[in-house]
């Protein structure tokens, strides 16, 4: 038994399930594009994880918008998300 690559593999498991992880791979993820063994661990997070669970669902109307939009300019959605991002700084304060 190799005790660095179960080392490696252990803690390769606890940053995958991290939030931070989660999210860095979460477009892949989404995209279909992470490995069967990450894919499984970020839906275990998501499915455990209302935070992430929320930005999969953001980042999966985002992906749908931008689709549907592909043909024609997304002046629309551009124009609207611009009013959300330029709107965020008065809701804090
Ligand atoms: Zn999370």
Redesign the pocket.
Known sequence: MNNLAMHRRMLGDSLVT??LQ??RHLQRYLDGEADPALAERITR??DA?R??GLQAHIYQQIKTAVCRHATEPPAEALERLTAFAEALPRQRT
Do not use: K, Q
């Open positions: 991290s939030c989660t999210r997070h998501l994880c935070a992430c």
